[in-house]
C-alpha cells in the first residue's frame, strides 16, 4: 500500500473537495481520503509506502477526452513534421520532406502533418508543385494540421489514380487550378481517394507509435484518454498492447463506422471492457474542420465564400446510427458548424423518440458553434458535449480569418454549454494542436484568448474549478467509466498527477508553467518530471 501526504489535494468529489492524504491500495485502487492526522487503522494494512508530497498538489490523473493518440505517436516516432515549430514557411515544409526522402528508398510513401496555410508567410496552402520539389521519386502525403485535408505531390496523385477527370465524391472536393487540374490538395471525403492507396503501418510501427504517444501523455500527467478514429487495424494493436500489459495510458477507442472517400461501412466492433482499454461508442463525421474552412455553417465564410461540407445525408445518418444505438452502443459524432449540430442533434433526437430509456449518453465532439436552442435540446436528451478551448489558443487567429463574424459569440461556448446543464469534457484533437498540455487547455477555457494574446468570446470564460473537472471527471463521465476514475475517492483507480503549484489559485497566465513532477496510475510511478 502507498499513502500520500502533506499535499494539497483536488478530489474533484463535490462531496469531499478537499484533503491531505490518500491512501492506494495493493490492487491499485484507492482506499481512504481524507486527513493524514485522522488516518484510521485499517485492518491488514501491511507495509506501507509513505510519499511525502512536501506541500505539492495532487489531482485526479487528467483525461484528455478527445486525442487522436496513434496519430499524435507517428508524428511522434516516422513522420515529417511540419508543424509550425519545425517548418515556419513553404521551403521548410520542401526541404523536411527532401531531407526524409535522402535517406528512404525510391518509391516509399512519405506522410508528414501539421501546416496551417494562415500561419505560413505564403499564406496559401502547399500544392503538389511544392511537394515535387521535395521528391517526384517518392510519393508524398501531407496532412494540414486540421486532420481534413491532405496534400499529394504528382506522383501521389498518379498513384491514386485522381486526374482532372476524377468528381468529388460526395462530402468532398478535390481542389482544381484555373486550368482544372488538381492542385494536390484534397479536402474531406476526398482524402479517402489517397489514404487508400497508401499502405498501412506495420502492427510494430503502429504499437511503437502508441507506446510513444502513451509516454508524452503520462508527462504531461495525462493518465486516460479517448482516441476518437479507430480502425479494425488499430483495435487489433490496442488489444494486443492490452494483453500484453503494455498499454500505459487508460484509453476509451471510438472506432469508425464509415471511413474517408468510403461507401463501405464497417461492422460494429466488438463491445470489450477491461481496466485498460474500453470499446463500447462509435465515432462518425457530420462535417469538416473550422480552421480549414470545411465545418458545415448556414452564412458563408469570409475569404472562402463557402459553407463547408456535410458528409452524411439525413436518412444514412439516421440508418447507421440508429443500428448503434439499437446495439446499445454510445455514439460520438464530429460536428462543428451550426448546420452539422442541427442535423446530429436531430437524429440523436429521432434515435431516442424510436428508443427512449436506453441510458445511453450520446457525445457530440467539438460541439463548435451551437445556439441556446440546440443547447437546451442537447440537455433535454443528456447529450455530452466535448470542446476544445485549446484551439482558440492555437487555432485563434486562424478562426478570425474564416469565421464570419456573427458566429464569434457562440464559437465552442463552454459557459452556455455549463449553463445550460451539459456535462463538457475539455479535450486537445491532438496532434490538430502543436502542445496537448492540459494546463494551456484550462488556461484556454479560463481567459478564451488566442495566441496573440487576443480575446475571444471572453463572456465565455469558465473557472479554473470547472475546467480542472472538465479535464478530469468530465472526461471519465464523457467515456462511461465515472465509477473508476475522474476523481479522488475510495474505489476508484489511484491515477494521479503531482503537480508544482495548485491550478485553482494560479495567476491565469501561469498555468501552463506548472510543472507535472510526477505520474502515477494504479498507485505505481510511471512518469517523473
Known amino acids: 500500500m502507498i499513502i500520500f501526504h502533506n499535499a494539497k489535494i ?35 494494512i501491511g ?32 513522420q515529417v513534421d511540419a508543424r509550425a515549430a519545425a517548418a515556419p514557411d513553404m521551403a521548410s515544409i520542401i526541404a523536411n520532406f527532401a531531407e526524409r526522402a535522402s535517406t528512404t528508398q525510391p518509391g516509399v510513401w512519405l506522410t508528414g502533418r501539421g501546416y496551417n496555410e494562415v500561419e505560413l508567410p505564403e499564406n496559401r496552402h502547399p500544392s503538389r508543385h511544392d511537394l515535387d520539389q521535395a521528391s517526384t521519386d517518392h510519393p508524398i502525403a501531407l496532412t494540414r494540421t486540421c486532420g481534413h485535408m491532405i496534400v499529394a505531390n504528382s506522383k501521389a496523385l498518379a498513384l491514386a489514380g485522381i486526374t482532372r477527370e476524377t468528381p468529388n465524391p460526395p462530402g468532398g472536393m478535390i481542389v482544381r487550378d484555373s486550368d482544372g487540374e488538381p492542385t494536390g490538395l484534397l479536402q474531406e471525403t476526398a482524402q479517402g481517394l489517397l489514404t487508400r492507396v497508401i499502405p ?18 503520462l508527462r504531461l500527467g495525462i493518465t486516460s484518454a479517448t482516441d476518437p478514429l479507430l480502425t479494425p487495424s488499430h483495435l487489433r494493436v490496442y488489444r494486443q498492447l492490452e494483453s500484453d500489459g503494455d498499454l500505459a495510458v487508460r484509453v476509451n477507442g471510438l472506432p469508425i463506422r464509415r471511413p474517408d472517400g468510403s461507401t463501405e461501412t464497417l461492422p460494429l466492433p466488438e463491445r470489450y471492457v ?32 463557402t459553407q463547408g461540407v456535410l458528409r452524411f445525408n439525413d436518412e444514412d445518418l439516421f440508418d447507421l446510427m440508429w443500428e448503434a444505438h439499437d446495439a446499445g452502443f454510445r455514439i460520438a459524432t464530429h460536428a462543428i458548424g451550426d448546420v452539422a449540430i442541427e442535423q446530429v442533434l436531430s ?63 457562440r464559437c465552442y461556448p463552454v459557459k452556455a454549454m455549463l449553463d445550460a446543464g451539459l456535462t463538457v469534457a475539455l479535450s486537445s484533437d491532438a496532434p490538430v494542436v502543436p502542445d496537448d498540455n492540459p494546463l494551456l487547455g484550462m488556461m484556454a477555457a ?18 479554473a474549478y470547472d475546467a480542472l ?35 485553482l489559485i494560479m495567476p491565469v497566465d501561469a498555468l501552463p508553467e506548472i510543472k507535472v513532477c510526477q505520474t502515477y496510475v494504479g498507485g505505481t510511478l510511471v512518469a517523473e518530471g
Open 347 to 409: 437524429t440523436y433526437e429521432a434515435l431516442h423518440n424510436r428508443k427512449p430509456d436506453t441510458g445511453l449518453r450520446h457525445r457530440i465532439e467539438h460541439l463548435g458553434l451551437p445556439d441556446a436552442d440546440q443547447l437546451a435540446r442537447c440537455r433535454a436528451i443528456n447529450v455530452i458535449a466535448v470542446p476544445q478551448t485549446i484551439f482558440l489558443y492555437a487555432l485563434g487567429t486562424t478562426y478570425r480569418r474564416y469565421l464570419p463574424d456573427p458566429f464569434f459569440p
Open 469 to 503: 473537472y472538465a479535464y478530469t471527471m468530465g472526461g471519465a463521465i464523457a467515456s462511461g467509466d465515472q465509477n473508476n476514475r475522474g476523481s479522488i475517492e475510495p474505489g476508484k483507480w489511484a491515477d494521479f498527477a503531482v503537480l508544482s503549484g495548485d491550478p
Open 274 to 305: 477491461s481496466d485498460t482499454l474500453r470499446i463500447d461508442c462509435v465515432k462518425f463525421f457530420a462535417d469538416g474542420g473550422l480552421s480549414g474552412a470545411t465545418a458545415a455553417i448556414s452564412v458563408p465564410y469570409k475569404v472562402t465564400g
Open 10 to 44: 483536488h478530489t474533484m468529489n463535490p462531496r469531499q473537495p478537499q484533503a491531505d492524504a490518500v491512501l492506494g491500495g495493493d490492487n491499485g485502487r484507492i482506499r481512504w481520503v481524507g486527513s493524514f492526522d485522522a488516518m484510521p487503522t485499517i485492518e491488514g
Open 47 to 78: 507495509k506501507l509506502k509513505r510519499v511525502n508530497l512536501e506541500g505539492r498538489t495532487l489531482i485526479p490523473g487528467f483525461n484528455d477526452a478527445h486525442v487522436h493518440i496513434w496519430k499524435l505517436g507517428l508524428l511522434l516516432t516516422v
Open 200 to 217: 498501412e503501418y506495420d502492427d510494430e510501427t503502429m504499437a511503437r507509435a502508441i507506446r510513444a504517444a502513451n509516454y508524452h501523455q
Open 446 to 463: 479560463i481567459n478564451r484568448c488566442d495566441g496573440n494574446g487576443e480575446p475571444f468570446a471572453p463572456e465565455q470564460a469558465i473557472s
